[in-house]
T-cell receptor, first 114, second 113 residues
Framework: DSGVTQTPKHLITATGQRVTLRCSPR?????VYWYQQSLDQGLQFLIH???????AKGNILERFSAQQFPDLHSELNLSSLELGDSALYFC?????????????FGEGSWLTVV | DQQVKQNSPSLSVQEGRISILNCDYT??????FLWYKKYPAEGPTFLIS?????DKNEDGRFTVFLNKSAKHLSLHIVPSQPGDSAVYFC????????????FGKGTHLIIQP
């Protein structure tokens, strides 16, 4: 158990809909990352939040957004869903942004768009 | 442009032997490297890491070697056990990791009895 909690574990929704994925980082971790893993792709970095503020964006679509709340949990919002958005979405956390900090991953949220 | 490359999609090793997984990178700014193990439909599990100022790090059956001049790292598992069968990802970051980890596409390690 990495200590990173993600909900829901599985989600099936229709095209055009909107979903919210939730992540609780390890206790005390200020940094939260979101990653997407599709069938043919490796793990793609989406976005990084540090202590409530956005730090970096990766390959995140404009239809997707995220935020980190004062209690440090984070949500990834996916809207106008398309079939190609079906993927495993991972949240990861670490204490800060210093070299040497390991990044720990949650179990993932499996999104299926039908 | 793939900055972290794992050129072997799969590797089959006999139980008890050494497993060697390779990884190459192109970004000379990477200063920290990590290996993760992943089972299907689960999150990546951290295995071992190495700073760019070192050339070797060992933790039990796992050893990571870094050759900075060749921009190459490898993960050695010895002896290999059936539970080691999984996908192994090489990952790297630079400058404290604000931009997150850059992952290779993974190598599927199969340990045969």
């Amino acid at each position: 158990d990495s200590g990173v909690t993600q909900t829901p574990k599985h989600l099936i929704t229709a095209t055009g809909q909107r979903v919210t994925l939730r992540c609780s980082p390890r206790s005390g971790d200020l940094s939260v990352y979101w990653y997407q893993q599709s069938l043919d792709q490796g793990l793609q970095f989406l976005i990084h939040y540090y202590n409530g503020e956005e730090r970096a964006k990766g390959n995140i679509l404009e239809r997707f957004s995220a935020q980190q709340f004062p209690d440090l949990h984070s949500e990834l919002n996916l809207s106008s869903l398309e079939l190609g958005d079906s993927a495993l979405y991972f949240c990861a956390s670490r204490p800060g942004t210093y070299s040497g900090n390991t990044i720990y991953f949650g179990e993932g949220s499996w999104l299926t768009v039908v | 442009d793939q900055q972290v490359k794992q050129n072997s999609p799969s590797l089959s090793v006999q139980e008890g032997r050494i497993s060697i997984l390779n990884c190459d990178y192109t970004n000379s700014m990477f200063d920290y490297f990590l290996w993760y193990k992943k089972y299907p439909a689960e999150g990546p599990t951290f295995l071992i890491s190495i700073s760019s100022i070192k050339d070797k790090n060992e933790d039990g059956r796992f050893t990571v070697f870094l050759n900075k001049s060749a921009k190459h790292l490898s993960l050695h598992i010895v002896p290999s056990q059936p539970g080691d069968s999984a996908v192994y990802f090489c990952a790297a970051y630079s400058g404290g990791g604000a931009d997150g980890l850059t992952f290779g596409k993974g190598t599927h390690l199969i340990i045969q009895p």
